[in-house]
């Protein structure tokens, strides 16, 4: 079983909509999380990280943490087409794990 | 010039040869990874480096070896490269939340 699972997609939204991606992992001591935007033949790219049950929020994007579920997601509102990419949920306990991506697709 | 460097970019081999994927760094930053990317599954991590006497086996460190010549260099090679290991690859550092990926070396095994 892979560590940490996303779904793969393709998720397809309207421009304006929310978009919203989700991401669990198996290890219950993992401390920190992130998620990572990486277009097409390009290097992920570092958009939250988030320590704390909750939520975080940094302008149209919001991470949302529960340990206790082993959940994280990220929410985008009034997406956009630039913000069609791969979105890669990253782990970390002592190295980091990526899970395998979700591929989002914003309509005009 | 850009923090994290790989070379080469490109990198057409043959089954049984050795290869080396070279990274550098001008962060400062003790921690360095390097990672795979196939289609569908995301990032693997090969081998990590915490500082210059600290590496660590990754999940797919098989027919992977790793150096760390120095705080700003972290090589990968294939002792003998196969064709499953064509791939796109990824160097990367971290300093606290954030990893800085260098560009990615492509490489195709014959």
């Known amino acids: 079983q892979k560590e940490v699972e996303q779904n793969s997609g393709p998720l397809s939204v309207p421009e304006g909509a929310i978009a919203s991606l989700n991401c669990t992992y198996s290890d219950r001591g993992s401390q920190s999380f992130f998620w990572y935007r990486q277009y097409s033949g390009k290097s992920p790219e570092l958009i939250m990280f988030i320590y704390s049950n909750g939520d975080k929020e940094d302008g149209r994007f919001t991470a949302q943490l529960n340990k206790a579920s082993q959940y994280v997601s990220l929410l985008i509102r009034d997406s956009q087409p630039s913000d069609s990419a791969t979105y890669l949920c990253a782990v970390n306990f002592n190295d980091v794990r990526f899970g395998a991506g979700t591929r989002l697709t914003v309509k005009p | 010039d850009a923090d994290v460097t790989q070379t080469p970019r490109n990198r057409i081999t043959k089954t049984g040869k050795r290869i080396m994927l070279e990274c550098s760094q001008t962060?400062?930053?003790?921690?360095m990874y390097w990672y795979r990317q196939d289609p569908g599954l995301g990032l693997q991590l090969i081998y990590y480096s915490f500082d210059v006497k600290d590496i660590n086996k990754g999940e797919i460190s098989d027919g992977y070896s790793v150096s760390r010549q120095a705080q700003a260099k972290f090589s990968l090679s294939l002792e003998s490269a196969i064709p499953n290991q064509t791939a796109l690859y990824f160097c990367?550092?971290?300093?606290?939340?954030?990893?800085?990926f260098g560009p990615g070396t492509r490489l195709t095994v014959l």
């Open positions: 962060k400062g930053h003790d921690r």
């Open positions: 990367a550092t971290r300093s606290g939340n954030e990893q800085f």
